[in-house]
Every structure is written in C-alpha cells, then in structure tokens.
C-alpha cells in the first residue's frame, strides 16, 4: 500500500496486529502508520459506505455466473474508476482462500489479474501489488523516478543535430540522391526517441568531432593533391597518406534508447484497501 501512496487500511475480522506478531513484523515500514492506523470494521459497513470491488482469481464465464462476471483487469479497473468521482475501497480476501460467493455477492465490482490458466492464483501480497501498481496514476502524487517529459531536449538542441548529421552526409562522401532518405530516416528515429539534452549533447559532440576530422582529411588531400579514394561503395584506400599526414576517417554508431511518455496524473481518486479474514 505504501509504495503506491494509500493509507488507508480497514480489516474485516482481523488476526492480532500488536507489536511482535508475525503482521507487525511483515508490515517492515508501514507498521507505524499503515498498520498502526488501520481500523477494524465489518464487510457490511465498507458495502453501505464505499463503491465496492472485490479482488478474485476464481471469474465466471457468463452472465449465468452473476457473483464472479462481469470482472476487470486491474488496468480496465484503472480507467473505469479514473472517470468517476467516488469513494471507493479495494477488497482482498483470505489468503488461503480469498473472498466467497456470499462476500463477492455484497460488493459492486469484480477484478481479477490475468494469469496462466493451469495456475491463476496469486498469494495477497503478489496481487495486491500488481493491482495497486495499475492504479498507481490515481493515488501517486509524484514518482521517485524522473518526469521524462521534462527531460526531453529542447528542439533546438535537435536540430543542430540534424545539422550536423547533414554535414556529416555531406562531408564523407554519402550519395548525393541518398541523403534525403538517410536525413529523414534519422529524424524519425530521434522523433521516436525523445532523446533528453544530455544524449543530444553527447550526440552532437560526436559528430562535431568526425566532422572537424573530415575536414581535416580533406585539407590534407587538397594540400598534398592526393585523390579522394573513400567511397560508400568499396573500401577506403588510404595507403597514399600513410607515409604523410595521416588523416583517418572515423565511423560513428548511435543508439537512441526511446523513453516512455509520462503518464497523465489529473483526477486522482484515492482508493481504501480492505483485507477480509
């Protein structure tokens, strides 16, 4: 519950939860405020005060099975619930067993987690995980990791990227009726990638640097009136500057690693969790 920002704890029919038992000693650094502020109460009074969903691996197939269909996955439950305002409280049920037709009967939602046919059941604390994790958008105010969006270079910075890149094309003897197709083909992979302004920075140093080294080259071919050899086609043949001022060409490999964009985090509702036992 911590880890995904709810609080709010309420047991049906709980086990001792007092300092030194095997609860307390689970709940590690949730015991002084999750644990320590939970309230015991009964499955009537979550049902008459709360819009209800009971968490189950155990679904019917159709309608003639009313108490376990129709269900949501937890990221259809997400969605739903991220389009009403209400209150509502999240229901696990035993671990040995979960909840009962008669339990489920008095709730108003159904969610069950995808999972192997021939071994759907997940111990309470897996599922209350993923689930939590689904509806994370809802109850997390702000993530540990980086606002990627924010991160993403300016589209200045990305287009001196594609200027150099072009006098790159330009400068080691790319076809001519190829470099279209090779500038576009780039621009859509760094429009994918959403690259942050240190990767850009890096990038464009790079190709700064091979580009001040083709320049180079071709100063010392004009000076010493050598023919230019490299081709995209063959080998390069640079035996004719060996034995003067050797100038290499150096090839580049870039990699782009694509962010994922950030998830929209308006309209959050913060749902209770419920244990039944």
């Known amino acids: 519950m911590k880890n995904f920002g709810l609080d709010d704890l309420r047991l049906v029919n709980p086990p001792d939860i007092s300092r030194g038992t095997e609860a307390y000693g689970l709940a590690a650094h949730a015991r002084d405020d999750v644990l ?76 069950a987690i995808p999972a192997a046919d021939d071994y759907p059941t997940l111990n309470l604390g897996q599922a209350a995980t993923v689930l939590l994790y689904e509806l994370r958008h809802l109850t997390v105010d702000q993530y540990q990791i980086p606002d990627i969006e924010r991160e993403r270079a300016s589209q200045q910075d990305i287009e001196r990227f594609h200027e150099y890149y072009a006098e790159l094309l330009a400068a080691s003897g790319f076809e001519d009726h190829r470099r279209d197709r090779a500038r576009t083909l780039v621009r859509r992979l760094v429009g994918r990638s959403h690259p942050t302004d240190h990767e850009v920075t890096i990038l464009m140093g790079v ?50 690693v694509s962010s994922e964009s950030r998830i929209d985090q308006e309209n959050r509702r913060r749902p209770r969790v419920v244990s039944v036992t």
């Open 36 to 111: 320590a502020n939970a309230s015991e109460v009964t499955l009537s009074e979550i049902a008459e005060n709360y819009h209800t969903v009971g968490c189950t691996a155990v679904t019917g197939e159709d309608s003639r099975r009313a108490v376990r269909f129709p269900f949501k996955t937890p990221r259809e439950l997400a969605q739903s619930l991220e389009r009403v305002d209400t209150q509502t409280a999240i229901l696990f049920g035993r671990e040995g067993n979960g909840l009962s037709n008669d339990e489920l009967a008095q709730l108003d939602e159904v969610c």
């Open 207 to 256: 190709l700064r640097q091979t580009n001040a080294q083709l320049r180079h080259r071709r100063e010392l071919l004009d000076r010493y009136d050598e023919p230019d050899d490299l081709s995209w086609g063959d080998p390069p043949r640079l035996e004719c500057l060996w034995n003067r001022h050797s100038a290499l060409t150096p090839l580049i490999a870039v990699a782009l």
